[in-house]
C-alpha cells in the first residue's frame, strides 16, 4: 500500500502582503522522487522554504508523516526528518567539509547515529572523505553541493528535498550529480527535486508537478510529462 509522506493541501503562503502561492495541492508518496518544474519566479524556492516553515503558510494544510507541520518552526521539522538542501548550498565556507557535515547530525533524533552516518556518506562520496579536513570554500562547486546535499542526509531524512541543486554546475558535473541521485533513489531515500534542467529532472521522476505563477497547473508522471507537447515546448525548447 502506499504511504503518503508529504501531502500540501490548498496551501497559500507568500511574503508580507503579496500572496506567491495560490492553493497549491501536491503530495510525495514514500520511496518515490518528485520533481516540480517552473520558470524562474514561478514559486519554486517558496513552495520549498513554505513546507520547510521557513516561509509561514497563509492557508491550507501541509502534513509530513500524517503529523500537521505548518505551524512548526524550521528545526522541529529537520528533527522530524524533513531536511532542505537549499539554493547556493549554503556551507560554512571556513569550516572543514567534516566539520560542515557533522553541523547535519545536531538535532537530538540523529545525534545517536552521527558516526554510522558519516562513514555511510563518505561511502557515498568518497571524494568528500578525501577533502574532509579541507574548508569547504576551497572546494569545486560540484564538490559543495555533494557537501550539502551529504550535510543534508547526516540528519537521517524521511525526504530530503532538493532546491536547484544543478544551478551555476557544469554539464559533465550536472551528469554526475543526477546518477549520485539516481544511486540515492535506487538505495530508497524519497526525494522533493525543485529544478530548472527538465529533462534530467523529469526523466528520474516517479511523478511530476509544473509550477505557474504559484498555481500547479500540471502533474503526471515524469515521463508523461516529458512527452507532453506543452511542456516540451515551454521547457525543452522542441
Do not use: W
Amino acid at each position: 500500500m502506499t504511504e503518503t509522506l508529504l501531502e500540501l493541501t490548498d496551501v497559500r503562503s507568500g511574503y508580507d502582503d503579496v500572496e506567491v502561492l495560490h492553493g497549491v495541492d501536491l503530495r510525495v508518496d514514500k520511496g518515490e522522487v518528485v520533481s516540480v518544474i517552473g520558470a524562474n519566479g514561478a514559486g519554486k524556492t517558496t513552495l520549498m522554504s513554505t513546507i520547510t516553515g521557513i516561509v509561514r503558510t497563509g492557508a491550507g494544510k501541509v502534513t509530513f508523516a500524517g503529523e500537521q507541520i505548518q505551524s512548526l518552526p524550521a528545526h522541529k521539522l529537520a528533527e522530524r526528518g524533513l531536511v532542505l538542501v537549499p539554493e547556493g548550498r549554503r556551507l560554512f565556507p571556513d569550516l572543514t567539509v567534516a566539520e560542515n557535515l557533522l553541523l547535519g547530525s545536531y538535532a537530538r533524533t540523529a545525534r545517536a547515529h552521527r558516526a554510522q552516518r558519516l562513514e555511510e556518506v563518505y561511502d557515498l562520496f568518497p571524494r568528500l572523505k578525501e577533502r574532509s579536513s579541507q574548508e569547504a570554500h576551497s572546494l569545486s562547486g560540484g564538490e559543495q553541493q555533494m557537501c550539502a546535499i551529504a550535510r543534508g542526509l547526516m540528519c537521517g531524512p524521511k525526504l530530503i528535498m532538493l532546491d536547484e541543486p544543478s544551478l551555476g554546475l557544469a554539464p559533465i558535473v550536472v551528469a554526475q550529480l543526477f546518477e549520485l541521485l539516481g544511486t540515492l533513489k535506487e538505495r530508497g531515500v524519497t526525494l522533493m527535486l525543485v529544478e530548472q534542467n527538465v529533462g534530467d529532472a523529469l526523466g528520474m521522476a516517479d511523478r511530476g508537478y509544473v509550477l505557474e505563477r504559484g498555481n500547479i497547473t500540471m502533474s503526471a508522471s515524469g515521463a508523461e510529462l516529458l512527452a507532453d507537447e506543452r511542456v516540451q515546448a515551454a521547457y525543452l525548447g522542441v
